[in-house]
Nanobody, 125 residues
Framework: QVLLAESGGGLVQAGGSLRLVCAAS????????MGWFRQAPGKEREFVGA????????NIADSVKGRFTISRDNAEDTVYLQMKNLKPEDTAVYYC??????????????????WGQGTQVTVSS
C-alpha cells in the first residue's frame, strides 16, 4: 500500500519559515515525480511545485517562486517543501502527491496518483 504522510505544518508569523516533510512508503520512491499542492479555505487545490525523480530539477509555481523550494532524499523516501518569507495568503492545507511515469511539469491534480492527508499551514499577519 502506497502511503504519503506530511508533517511540519503549524502556525507561523508573516515573514517566517517552515519546512514541510512528506514521508513515502510502499513504493519505489525514485520512480515517482513528487509534487506539492495546497488548498486554502473556499478555494480550489492549486499546484505549488514538483521535483523530478532524482531531484535534479524542480518546477515551482510563479505564486511562490523565490520563496519556496523543493528537495528530496531518495535514500530516505522523503520530499521536502521549504517555505520562506511566508505570507498570510500562503495559509492553506498543504498536500504532497506522487506520480509515476510523468513529468514535473504536470500541474493538474488528476495527473497525480497518490496523495497524503495534508498538513495545515497558518500564517498570521
Amino acid at each position: 500500500q502506497v502511503l504519503l504522510a506530511e508533517s511540519g505544518g503549524g502556525l507561523v508569523q508573516a515573514g517566517g519559515s517552515l519546512r514541510l516533510v512528506c514521508a513515502a512508503s510502499g513504493l519505489t520512491f525514485s520512480n515517482y515525480v513528487m509534487g506539492w499542492f495546497r488548498q486554502a479555505p473556499g478555494k480550489e487545490r492549486e499546484f505549488v511545485g514538483a521535483i523530478s525523480r532524482f531531484g535534479k530539477s524542480t518546477n515551482i509555481a510563479d505564486s511562490v517562486k523565490g520563496r519556496f523550494t523543493i528537495s528530496r532524499d531518495n535514500a530516505e523516501d522523503t520530499v521536502y517543501l521549504q517555505m520562506k518569507n511566508l505570507k498570510p495568503e500562503d495559509t492553506a492545507v498543504y498536500y504532497c502527491a506522487a506520480q509515476s511515469g510523468g513529468s514535473m511539469y504536470f500541474t493538474a491534480q488528476r495527473q497525480y496518483e497518490t496523495w497524503g492527508q495534508g498538513t495545515q499551514v497558518t500564517v498570521s499577519s
